[in-house]
T-cell receptor, first 114, second 116 residues
Framework: AQSVTQPDIHITVSEGASLELRCNYS??????LFWYVQSPGQGLQLLLK??????LVQGIKGFEAEFKRSQSSFNLRKPSVHWSDAAEYFC????????????FGTGTQLKVEL | DAGITQSPRHKVTETGTPVTLRCHQT?????MYWYRQDPGHGLRLIHY???????DKGEVSDGYSVSRSKTEDFLLTLESATSSQTSVYFC???????????????FGPGTRLTVT
């Protein structure tokens, strides 16, 4: 079945440490890939997206993500986490030819220790 | 920020009562969506609209109906609310796909609905 998986429900990192949030997908053809962030009590904001081309994608707030076809993964990274990055992060996909309908992973809650 | 508002922002209602949530946009975007967010499930699509009076079902549409009589408003109705519909509801909007590629969705602030 088609799915998008975020294996880590919670992650805690220290401020200044590097961060990697995992996302794996299971689709016949590579879907379009997105990362969204949700701060407490807020709506979702797009961090970055991958459609094709360069497999390393730069986003807002200093985030980047790398698409790896061989691993069916689209992991989100940040070299140095700030306390304000504490939020919930969602990986999402749109299947190729699937119009605009997003399918979300279950999310990863990031806690940043000072 | 995209011009999306949701009303009400919080609502508590009793089982069996009808509830309508409103999403209003000022961006003139063609597509509008309703999602629900529940712990352990992420966001799941309830219904979406691809134009005035044009709507379609999403992944979890049972127990919900929608209407869109004008571009800027998309209403979500729970005909007879149940406790399983306690959730946070998000509206989103997007423009037309460009060259077959999906367009960015912008999300509203959410409505927290509690059904007692």
């Amino acid at each position: 079945a088609q799915s998008v998986t975020q294996p880590d429900i919670h992650i805690t990192v220290s401020e200044g440490a590097s961060l990697e949030l995992r996302c794996n997908y299971s689709y016949g053809a590579t879907p379009y890939l997105f990362w969204y962030v949700q701060s407490p009590g807020q709506g979702l904001q797009l961090l970055l997206k991958y459609f094709s081309g360069d497999t390393l994608v730069q986003g807002i707030k200093g985030f980047e993500a790398e698409f790896k076809r061989s691993q069916s993964s689209f992991n989100l990274r940040k070299p140095s986490v700030h306390w304000s990055d504490a939020a919930e992060y969602f990986c999402a996909v749109v299947p190729t030819g699937g119009g605009n309908k997003l399918t979300f992973g279950t999310g990863t809650q990031l806690k940043v220790e000072l | 920020d995209a011009g999306i508002t949701q009303s009400p922002r919080h609502k508590v209602t009793e089982t069996g009562t009808p509830v309508t949530l409103r999403c209003h946009q000022t961006e003139n975007h063609r597509y509008m969506y309703w999602y629900r967010q529940d712990p352990g499930h992420g966001l799941r699509l309830i219904h979406y609209s691809y134009g005035v009076k044009d709507t379609d079902k999403g992944e979890v549409s049972d127990g919900y109906s929608v209407s869109r009589s004008k571009t800027e408003d998309f209403l979500l109705t729970l005909e007879s609310a149940t406790s399983s519909q306690t959730s946070v509801y998000f509206c989103a909007i997007s423009g037309d796909s460009s060259g077959g590629l999906p367009y960015e969705q912008y999300f509203g602030p959410g409505t927290r609905l509690t059904v007692t």
